[in-house]
T-cell receptor, first 117, second 114 residues
Framework: NAGVTQTPKFQVLKTGQSMTLQCAQD?????MYWYRQDPGMGLRLIYY???????DKGEVPNGYNVSRLNKREFSLRLESAAPSQTSVYFC????????????????FGPGTRLTVT | QKEVEQDPGPLSVPEGAIVSLNCTYS??????FMWYRQYSRKGPELLMY????GNKEDGRFTAQVDKSSKYISLFIRDSQPSDSATYLC??????????????FGSGTQLTVLP
C-alpha cells in the first residue's frame, strides 16, 4: 500500500514553460486535493475534487488547472509557469469513513519541489 | 487577518521538556481540530484529531480545544529529538461541502536538543 504518490519529486522550469504534476492514491478515497506550501503561509488549497468527475477551485487557483483522470489520479497543470509559482506542492486524499467525526482526515503525499526561474 | 494564526517559531527545547504549541482562530464555525506533524522535506501526517471542545490524550501528546477562547493547543510531554518537526494545526467547520476542506495554520518549527 503506497498511499499517496507524487511525481516528479523535483522540477526546475523556466518562466513560460508548462508542466503537469501527477498524483495517485491507492486507498480508494473519493476526495483529492492539491495544496501549495510557502514559507510563513502554511498550506493553501489550490483545487480539489470531491469525487470522481468533479473539480472545484480552492483559495489560490489562478495559473493552475486540474484533471481528475479517474478515482485514483488527480493531476495539476501549470500552463505558463511564473516565478511566483515556485513552491512545494502537496497532493492529499480523504478517507471519508462512515464515522463523520473521522471523515475529515487527509493523507498527504511526499510533495513536489518546483522552482521557476 | 488570517482565519488561523500560529506562531512560526522556531522553538528550541532540551530533551525531556514539555512543549506547548498553540493556534488561535477567528471562525466560530470550526468544530474539527487537527494537528499534523511534518518532518523536513516530507508531507504532513496526522498526529491528533479532536472534535468540539475538550482534551484528547495519545501517549505523550495531548490536544486541547477551548472554543470559548478560540484557542487550541498541543502538548508534548517528555519531548524527544525525534519530535523535531514542523507542527501544523488544521480545522474545519461541520459539513464544509462534500470536499470537507481544511484551513491550516502556518506551522511551528520545533527542535528538541539531545
Amino acid at each position: 500500500n503506497a498511499g499517496v504518490t507524487q511525481t516528479p519529486k523535483f522540477q526546475v522550469l523556466k518562466t513560460g514553460q508548462s508542466m503537469t504534476l501527477q498524483c495517485a492514491q491507492d486507498m480508494n478515497h473519493n476526495s483529492m486535493y492539491w495544496y501549495r506550501q510557502d514559507p510563513g503561509m502554511g498550506l493553501r488549497l489550490i483545487y480539489y475534487s470531491a469525487s470522481e468527475g468533479t473539480t472545484d477551485k480552492g483559495e489560490v487557483p489562478n495559473g493552475y488547472n486540474v484533471s481528475r483522470l479517474n478515482k485514483r489520479e488527480f493531476s495539476l497543470r501549470l500552463e505558463s509557469a511564473a516565478p511566483s509559482q515556485t513552491s512545494v506542492y502537496f497532493c492529499a486524499s480523504r478517507k471519508g469513513r462512515e464515522n463523520p467525526i473521522l471523515s475529515y482526515e487527509q493523507y498527504f503525499g511526499p510533495g513536489t519541489r518546483l522552482t521557476v526561474t | 487577518q488570517k482565519e488561523v494564526e500560529q506562531d512560526p517559531g522556531p522553538l528550541s527545547v532540551p530533551e525531556g521538556a514539555i512543549v506547548s504549541l498553540n493556534c488561535t482562530y477567528s471562525n466560530s464555525a470550526f468544530q474539527y481540530f487537527m494537528w499534523y506533524r511534518q518532518y523536513s522535506r516530507k508531507g504532513p501526517e496526522l498526529l491528533m484529531y479532536t472534535y468540539s471542545s475538550g482534551n484528547k490524550e495519545d501517549g505523550r501528546f495531548t490536544a486541547q480545544v477551548d472554543k470559548s477562547s478560540k484557542y487550541i493547543s498541543l502538548f508534548i510531554r517528555d519531548s524527544q529529538p525525534s519530535d523535531s518537526a514542523t507542527y501544523l494545526c488544521a480545522m474545519s467547520p461541520i459539513s464544509s461541502g462534500s470536499a470537507r476542506q481544511l484551513t491550516f495554520g502556518s506551522g511551528t518549527q520545533l527542535t528538541v536538543l539531545p
